[in-house]
């Protein structure tokens, strides 16, 4: 199981972005796939996540409006469309895998992609 998270970059206030996770060695189908940030001094926090079995996907109230996760099986991949960013929005963005749907453990994680909103 193995995943590479990207897309993220510097962007202005108001900006969006597209996060991608890439996964290898699995089947998107057969795990659930969560986005996790850490701004500075802070903690991690779920953003979203989509199910493996039935693709039901779950955004956290902070971002509901603004953030859409999807995933595209024929690319094996999941993303993260994040609009109308904002300085509190600047973190390190990681996806994760957890066998089955998002409400089993985290045990696979990619590398991270710094998302910067800053003029």
């Known amino acids: 199981v193995q995943l590479q998270a990207s897309g993220g970059g510097l962007v202005q206030p108001g900006g969006s972005l597209r996060l991608s996770c890439a996964a290898s060695?699995?089947?998107?189908?057969?795990?659930?796939i969560g986005w996790f940030r850490q701004g500075p001094g802070k903690q991690y926090k779920g953003v979203s996540c989509?199910?493996?079995?039935?693709?039901?996907?779950y955004v956290d109230d902070s971002v509901k409006a603004r953030f859409t996760i999807s995933r595209d099986g024929h690319e094996n991949t999941v993303y993260l469309r994040m609009h109308s960013l904002q300085p509190e929005d600047t973190a390190v963005y990681y996806c994760?895998?957890?066998?089955?749907?998002?409400?089993?453990?985290?045990?696979?994680w990619g590398q991270g992609t710094q998302v910067t909103v800053s003029s």
């Open positions: 060695g699995f089947s998107l189908d057969h795990y659930g």
């Open positions: 989509i199910n493996g079995s039935d693709g039901k996907t």
């Open positions: 994760a895998a957890a066998a089955g749907n998002c409400g089993a453990n985290f045990t696979s």
